[in-house]
């Protein structure tokens, strides 16, 4: 009979090099992560994975809101709203509702966006880890409130969306920059008349931070256009039309995000908050 080999049970360590999120130099176990093609050439090519990280925090940091957020994700939700047909596509914390004709025109369905409007930080928190652990969210797009975000909370975030297989995107002002994050992928963000201007100051895999910027071309019909001038303040942003207001459906955090939810293949049917 041959003698037992005694099993020995896996050290502390061994079993923290197996988690996903720790980076293990080169290791092509790490790199080799699904992601979603920008729709930018040029931006992909300074992505590890050729595109936007999946089931991680990206998170944008802009001089103001409406610097060029929708322009630098239009592909991105116009691919996952394809991919994902009965998903959604859920804005948390928006600065302003977002003008419905605009994203008929760029090719995003209104019946598969949805807003949550939250109160206050915890709210926010809280939505942040609901949605993005909700399976019919194929990308979240959420808008940092006035409040500082901690360490510990943007850590929350960033562990709920290891466990979604979207794309969740943190907006958040400049000054952010100066803090630490555990975001897999830290960008810099401005819009002016001609271009948008990105850079990479923090990619998951990449030892190196980029110390210059890159130029993604603006549509035709928007050059010259400059952000929007009340979101860089506290004044109030008023609409258009108040039908645009209409379109979009609302709902309220820790009340109904939770049963977002797919059901034989079709989007279950959420009350809306009152």
Known sequence: MKPKVPQ??????????????????????????????????ALNELLLNKGWPVSSLIEICQPAAGHGDWLLLAPAIKHQLQQHPYSHIVLLNPPAMPFAQGLLFAGISLEQ?????????????????????????????????????????????????????????????LQARQQNSPAALRLLLALDSECLKVQIVKQRGQLQPMTSSIQLALPPHLLSQLPHRQLASD??????????????????????VLALNISHGRPIRVKRGA
Request: overall charge positive.
């Open 8 to 41: 020995t049970s896996s050290t502390p360590l061994e079993q923290l090099l197996q988690r996903g999120d720790v980076w293990r130099g080169q290791s092509q176990r790490f790199l080799a992560k699904a992601a979603v093609d920008s729709g930018h050439e």
């Open 113 to 173: 966006l949805l807003v949550v409007q939250i109160a206050n930080k915890n709210d926010f928190i809280a939505s942040f880890v609901e949605l993005a652990r909700a399976s019919s969210c194929c990308l979240l797009m959420a808008w940092q409130p006035k409040h500082t975000l901690s360490y510990t909370e943007l850590r929350k975030c960033q562990l709920a969306t290891a466990d979604g297989g979207g794309l969740y995107v943190l907006f958040r002002h």
């Open 235 to 256: 004044a109030p942003v008023h609409t258009h039309a108040a039908v645009n207001d209409q379109v979009f459906m609302r709902y309220q955090p820790r009340r109904n």
